[in-house]
């Protein structure tokens, strides 16, 4: 298998990787490296939430459930920006984890927001030797299915980038062929920002209520939070 993605690279590398980073070979390079050298290691868990009220208990007990030590498991509850700054769970994770050991997530979306930044985390997790299981997915990087996986995943959070960039030239191209404005309003206005919680209350994802109401994911995570900050008050 690793053979074949190398010689796939050889043939035709990516033209832009995630984040404006190559995968490339150079992530190919790394699914067979780690193949190559498979250490036995720690087992550490990693939980995320999206929104400060939503709660981590049932992937708390998820993980204890796969076998985690409690004292060995990193957490985040995001406040919407997305930022590195946001993550001091995973940041201390990072820090934290050494080659041969396995991060445990209860489902593959815990690592991002997107196919994109998912694979982004992947990747960095790979860098430093570390292995990735997923409960939900039942992906194991540890053995030659779950990377090959994860590989095909990489390739798809490839072309889910250049899909959201060709839909946003179109969108642009058809609003300023009808005159209406480019870009994204600054702020949200009350019924704007009664739309985006009756949406999500609905259990509509961020990113469909980003899109209806033409505002950044961010715009709507910050509308939530200061939602749930006003009913612990």
């Not at 053979?3 to 995630?18: I, L, T």
């Not at 796969?66 to 920006?81: F, H, N, P």
């Not at 999500?200 to 200061?226: D, F, M, W």
Request: proline letters at 2%.
């Amino acid at each position: 298998m690793h053979g074949v993605a190398v010689q796939r690279c050889a043939r035709s590398e990516f033209s832009e990787g995630v984040s404006n980073q190559k995968l490339g070979c150079g992530f190919f390079d790394t699914l067979a490296s780690m193949a190559a050298t498979q250490t036995k290691g720690q087992v550490i868990g990693y939980a995320r939430v999206s929104t400060g009220h939503q709660s981590l208990d049932a992937q708390l007990d998820a993980l204890s459930g796969a076998g985690v030590d409690t004292e060995r498991v990193y957490s985040d509850k995001l406040s919407g920006t997305g930022k590195r700054s946001d993550r001091p769970g995973f940041v201390s994770l990072l820090d934290y984890v050494r080659t041969g050991d396995t991060v445990i997530v209860t489902g593959i979306d815990r690592l991002g927001r997107d196919a994109a930044e998912v694979m982004t985390t992947v990747k960095e997790l790979w860098d430093k030797g570390i292995n990735i299981r997923s409960l939900r997915e039942g992906i194991d990087t540890s053995n030659a299915t779950g990377r090959m996986i994860t590989g095909v995943l990489a390739s798809l959070a490839e072309l889910e980038l250049e899909l959201q960039r060709e839909r946003k030239a179109a969108s642009r191209a058809a609003r300023k062929a009808r005159d209406l404005p480019t870009g994204r309003p600054r702020a949200l206005t009350k019924d704007q920002a009664a739309l985006v919680r009756r949406m999500r209350e609905a259990g509509e994802p961020v990113p469909v209520i980003a899109q209806a109401v033409n505002v950044s994911r961010a715009t709507v995570y910050r509308v939530l939070n200061e939602t749930a900050d006003k009913a612990v008050s």
